[in-house]
């Protein structure tokens, strides 16, 4: 089945310490991205990467940091979070450069105290 | 920029009624995508329908459809014989042609009543 899959699912951590939230795809999609989502902000995208070795921010990148080391995977990395990290986090997938629909993962809830 | 914009936060519609949601956006450019996603409380972020930019017929999707009006940059998902299933949240998003980054509204809450 084709899919983009995210963990943790839900995660509370501490300010400052660091985490990792995990994103897969079997779809051999070379675009990814991070997208968060607040309310009434709508989903802003975080970072991107086009293909393996190969990232770029976003509309909304401070305090966040990601890799693409094989194209299935593209982590994201939060290395000291802060409160107004708090937030529904989405990771995406796509074939690039026809606007072909983006698959989404099931979303990380992140709560920072 | 391009930008997306939904002017009603919140919508309500009776079941098996017609309800439309309003979007428009703003781009200089020609060649670009239409999205309307939808996402339910389970968070999951479903694809409703989607509309290239120099196609002039309207997309269709069974009960959805969309109305798109390139020159006043207006891209509105109507819903018919709406059911308590389609109580969501619902995105309108775009993409340039080229660029995979998508773009999105604010956000619509619609909610089904019985």
């Known amino acids: 089945e084709a899919q983009v899959t995210q963990n943790p699912r839900y995660l509370i951590t501490v300010t400052g310490k660091k985490l990792t939230v995990t994103c897969s795809q079997n779809?051999?999609?070379?675009?990814m991205s991070w997208y968060r989502q607040d309310p009434g902000l709508g989903l802003r995208q975080i970072y991107y990467s086009m293909n393996v070795e190969v990232t770029d921010k976003g509309d909304v990148p401070e305090g966040y940091k990601v890799s693409r080391k094989e194209k299935r995977n593209f982590p994201l990395i939060l290395e000291s979070p802060s409160p107004n990290q708090t937030s529904l986090y989405f990771c995406a997938s796509s074939l690039r450069g026809v606007g072909t629909e983006a698959f989404f993962g099931q979303g990380t809830r992140l709560t920072v105290v | 920029a391009q930008t997306v914009t939904q002017s009603q936060p919140e919508m309500s519609v009776q079941e098996a009624e017609t309800v439309t949601l309003s979007c428009t956006y703003d781009t200089s450019e020609s060649n670009y995508y239409l999205f309307w996603y939808k996402q339910p409380p389970s968070r999951q972020m479903i694809l409703v329908i989607r509309q290239e930019a120099y196609k002039q017929q309207n997309a269709t999707e069974n009960r959805f459809s969309v109305n798109f009006q390139k020159a006043a940059k207006s891209f509105s998902l109507k819903i018919s014989d709406s059911q308590l299933g389609d109580t969501a949240m619902y995105f309108c998003a775009f993409t340039q042609g080229g660029s995979e980054k998508l773009v999105f509204g604010k956000g619509t809450k619609l909610t089904v009543n019985p």
């Open positions: 779809m051999n999609h070379e675009y």
